[in-house]
């Protein structure tokens, strides 16, 4: 696991460029605390940071074939190196190094691109054929590993984070309206696009080739579903038998590592389940690691003690508080290089600091079983939506959503014609390829009343659900409609918030490397293939997952109803008991907000005066408050364009600084 930076192009001679890499990888040596390296030939430089996982000692890159053709700076794990290294030397391969960066490096030497298609892993690479004058760059099928590029003065610029791409002269940072938009509509950019105009996110299962100053963009893999009506035939007892040995192994391949490998901990049943097959994995016993809160709505401490104590892990906690959170945030924004719409990632910041703190790098995770298996509220609520849409006069149906949302007390005194109206059953539109994520578009686009008449008028009718709904693949249209959900949410929410401003960015910030066994591609095409009951079971969220985990947990937390991890919003910055951070308010005032120019500063006082009080209508305040403070972050952190600096990093309490200052 590491980080990685380059160009290729002729902007910089063999006098310029030594230093242009190194502080390249300067800017994301947090990715890399156990080593850097740097490489350059004519027209081509690499820079790269290393977290040592794999071959401790001969790991080092960038890494050049032994005939010097080949030259590699990978960012990741390839967790069948072991298979692939015995397949090469069945072919006559040798190897210098125990590491999975040369196992790599040789089969790309033998098959090109086409080695994608035998990789198991989470990767990001940068591969340079010599002889060929002709760069390779590679992201996962999932989106793990991040890899961003642009292009500035006929040369080609890419790193595993924007913030190496802004050390170059001349690139400068510039919010992206659009990419503002997509946020504050769907979560997320849609890639390509990012938070910085004219930077880009190759996507993932996307590969970049550089030859002769042009770019050729394709994808080696696509997620895809069978027809609707057409799924896997096989018993339901033979496919939970068959999930659980390909989880199984997909844990045993990421249990590879010359250090420690510990877990994450939520307290759900996809957390838990990891965290079963992995325990007999770990020679010396497993480490496991969990987050708890003060408040009830979100902690799960007693589930994780639960399982814990039933797995006989070594286990430990971390708590995060309001104030914790406040208090972290502007750092936070730093590392996730985009404005976000909850403070979700805060806490997993500290509880990756957890795992630094325990001397661990390595860490599994349980993210992806709600995407494969059809787990979130969503999957429930579209079901339950097109079966009120039947009988649209109904008062009874709507009363079934208070089952989905047990854990929301508000929701549970609300009429048939509230939840009615709240969950948008009249006039939908059933075919609608959106559909089972419009109310969710709906009450987050609903922020945008909060944007300056400048902005407003930047955008004019850009809509950012059409043009989500323009991409999706043609085939979308043939897919069973939980399919179709499955899909958005995989897609696009997965590698683009989850995976990255709450995985990758979170973890590395204290160079910890998380792995994703529910992301193996087997397990995912697996699931894929699933028929919809399989994974979602008349409202029971992934059917199939807790029957395969029956016997492996406590029955009550196989039965466990899902409970989405969250953490307080807009509470943790405002409101009674709180005291403010200085920066809350200097970056919500007016004169900060004229500054951007992106939002209505008369608006923004009245929800920065709502939030005091605490009384916030709900989702839409929370998200804009959270969204608009990490954007006026954003700004502060990043634009080239601000006229002066905010001093919010001396405003900061001593505690919640990282070694790592932006």
């Known amino acids: 696991m590491c980080g990685f930076a380059g160009y290729v192009g002729e902007a910089f001679g063999p006098d310029r460029a030594p230093s242009l890499l190194s502080a390249m990888g300067h800017a994301i040596a947090h990715r890399g605390p156990d080593g850097s390296g740097i490489w350059t030939s004519a027209g081509i430089g690499l820079s790269h940071v290393r977290l040592s996982i794999v071959g401790l000692s001969d790991g080092t890159q960038p890494m050049t074939s032994a005939d010097g053709r080949y030259t590699i700076a990978f960012n990741g794990e390839i967790f069948n190196y072991v298979e692939l290294r015995d397949a090469l030397k069945s072919r006559g391969a040798i190897f210098r190094t125990g590491s999975d960066t040369e196992v790599l490096l040789q089969l790309y030497a033998l098959e090109g691109e086409a080695c994608l298609a035998r990789l198991n892993g989470d990767f990001a690479f940068a591969i340079w054929d010599a002889t060929e004058h002709r760069l390779v760059l590679a992201r996962d099928r999932m989106g793990v590993r991040p890899l961003f590029y642009t292009e500035h003065q006929g040369t080609l610029y890419f790193a595993s984070e924007v913030k190496a791409l802004l050390t170059v002269p001349g690139i400068e940072a510039e919010i992206d309206p659009i990419a503002l938009d997509q946020i504050f509509t769907l979560w997320a950019p ?67 590592a010359d250090v420690p490998v510990g877990s994450y901990l939520s307290g759900g049943l996809d957390s838990s389940l990891i965290s079963a097959l992995a325990a007999p994995m770990a020679p010396n016993g497993l480490n496991t690691f969990s987050l708890t809160f003060e408040s009830a709505e979100h902690d ?18 971390v708590a995060s508080s309001p104030e914790a959170i406040a208090a972290a945030f502007p750092q936070i924004i730093g590392f996730t290089e985009r404005p976000i719409l909850r403070t979700a990632p805060a806490p997993l910041h500290r509880l990756a600091g957890l795992v630094r703190e325990n001397g661990m790098k390595v860490v599994l995770t349980g993210e992806g079983a709600d995407e494969v298996f059809a787990g979130y509220d969503i999957f429930r609520e579209a079901k339950l939506r097109r079966f009120c849409a039947r009988q649209p006069g109904s008062k009874v149906r709507p009363h079934l959503f208070r089952r989905l949302y047990p854990y929301l007390p508000g929701l549970q005194q609300q009429s048939s014609d509230y939840l009615a109206a709240f969950f948008g059953v009249a006039g939908i539109n059933p075919s609608d390829p959106l559909f089972s994520h419009r109310p969710r578009i709906k009450t987050t686009a609903a922020t945008r009343i909060f944007y300056s008449d400048d902005q407003k008028q930047t955008l004019g009718a850009y809509d950012a659900a059409q043009e989500l709904a323009a991409r999706l693949p043609q085939r979308f249209a043939r897919w069973h409609p939980l399919h179709q959900a499955q899909y958005l949410e995989t897609s696009h929410l997965l590698p683009g918030y989850i995976l990255s401003s709450q995985g990758d960015r979170m973890a590395m910030a204290h160079g910890i490397e998380g792995r994703f066994p529910f992301l193996d591609h087997r397990l995912v095409e697996f699931a894929a293939r699933l028929s919809p009951d399989a994974k979602l079971k008349g409202l029971n969220e992934k059917h199939i997952l807790r029957k395969a985990a029956k016997g492996l947990l406590p029955e009550n937390v196989v039965e466990r109803q899902k409970q989405p991890y969250r953490a307080p919003d807009s509470s943790s910055f405002t409101g009674p008991g709180i005291t403010e951070q200085a920066y809350v308010s200097d970056l919500l005032s007016q004169a900060s907000l004229a500054q951007s120019g992106l939002f209505n500063a008369s608006a923004v006082s009245k929800l920065h005066g709502k939030c005091r009080r605490q009384d916030v209508a709900g989702f839409r305040d929370n998200a804009a408050f959270v969204g608009i403070l990490s954007t006026q972050i954003w700004i502060d952190r990043f634009s080239s364009n601000r006229s002066e600096k905010s001093e919010i990093s001396t405003r900061l309490p001593v505690n919640a600084s990282t070694s790592l200052k932006f």
């Open 300 to 317: 799960e401490s007693g589930f994780q003690r639960q399982v814990a104590a039933a797995l006989g892990t070594r286990h430990h906690s």
């Open 190 to 256: 849609i890639a390509p696009r990012t938070a910085f105009r004219n930077i880009f996110e190759l996507e993932p299962g996307q590969i970049l080739v550089r030859e002769n100053g042009e770019n050729r963009l394709s994808a080696y893999w696509t997620l895809d579903f069978p027809d609707a009506g057409e799924h896997d035939e096989t018993s339901e007892t033979d496919r939970a038998e068959e999930l659980l040995a390909l989880l199984t192994d997909a844990i045993r391949l990421r249990m590879r």
